[in-house]
T-cell receptor, first 114, second 114 residues
Framework: KNQVEQSPQSLIILEGKNCTLQ??????????LRWYKQDTGRGPVSLTI?????NTKSNGRYTATLDADTKQSSLHITASQLSDSASYIC?????????????FGTGTKLQVIP | NAGVTQTPKFQVLKTGQSMTLQCAQD?????MSWYRQDPGMGLRLIHY???????DQGEVPNGYNVSRSTTEDFPLRLLSAAPSQTSVYFC?????????????FGPGTRLTVT
């Protein structure tokens, strides 16, 4: 069964500090991994996407890494801002071509405080 | 572009009532989908459509109906609401169901069934 597990469940950090969120998956055959940011009361918005051959992808202060051998990904946030307060969701796709099975993690709720 | 819009934002129903959640997109996307998001669980796919006139079931389709008469609109119908359908519902659209293309999510509808 395809599974995506994220840790920690929640995290509180001071503004300006860095943090790293983790995602472990058991999905086969792996197609791609995407990180989403979901603000409270809003829909998810894609931050990065990585395929099997990519091991790092950046989007501003967000850097995602992928280790396809250990089936782990991380999202590193640099110099956090209050606007980074949100849930971060790891999403892994299995399969190829027309139909892909997409599995969503439960998310890490990040709170950045002044 | 408005992107993906959903109405209503909030809805309270009594058990047994029916209603339709509206979803529209103005990006000319072929692929549209409905998800539900429950506390402690990842988003789960209810129904999806790969084009006008074509729909299919996702992971949790029971109790829901969909139709796709136009490219723009993809309404979700609850036939006889049950408390287990209390959830936040997200509509999404994408150029393709290939998950390498970004999915754009609407703002969500928060539904409570009493």
């Amino acid at each position: 069964k395809n599974q995506v597990e994220q840790s920690p469940q929640s995290l509180i950090i001071l503004e300006g500090k860095n943090c790293t969120l983790q995602c472990n998956y058991t999905v086969s055959p792996f197609s791609n991994l995407r990180w989403y940011k979901q603000d409270t009361g809003r829909g998810p918005v894609s931050l990065t996407i990585m395929t099997f051959s990519e091991n790092t992808k950046s989007n501003g202060r967000y850097t995602a890494t992928l280790d396809a051998d250990t089936k782990q990904s991380s999202l590193h946030i640099t110099a956090s801002q209050l606007s980074d307060s949100a849930s971060y969701i790891c999403v892994v796709s299995a399969g190829s071509g027309g139909y892909q099975k997409v599995t969503f993690g439960t998310g890490t709720k990040l709170q950045v405080i002044p | 572009n408005a992107g993906v819009t959903q109405t209503p934002k909030f809805q309270v129903l009594k058990t047994g009532q029916s209603m339709t959640l509206q979803c529209a997109q103005d990006m000319n996307h072929e692929y549209m989908s409905w998800y539900r998001q429950d506390p402690g669980m990842g988003l789960r796919l209810i129904h999806y459509s790969v084009g006008a006139g074509i729909t299919d079931q996702g992971e949790v389709p029971n109790g829901y109906n969909v139709s796709r008469s136009t490219t723009e609109d993809f309404p979700l119908r609850l036939l006889s609401a049950a408390p287990s359908q209390t959830s936040v519902y997200f509509c999404a659209s994408s150029y393709s169901m290939d998950n390498s293309y970004e999915q754009y999510f609407g703002p969500g509808t928060r539904l409570t069934v009493t």
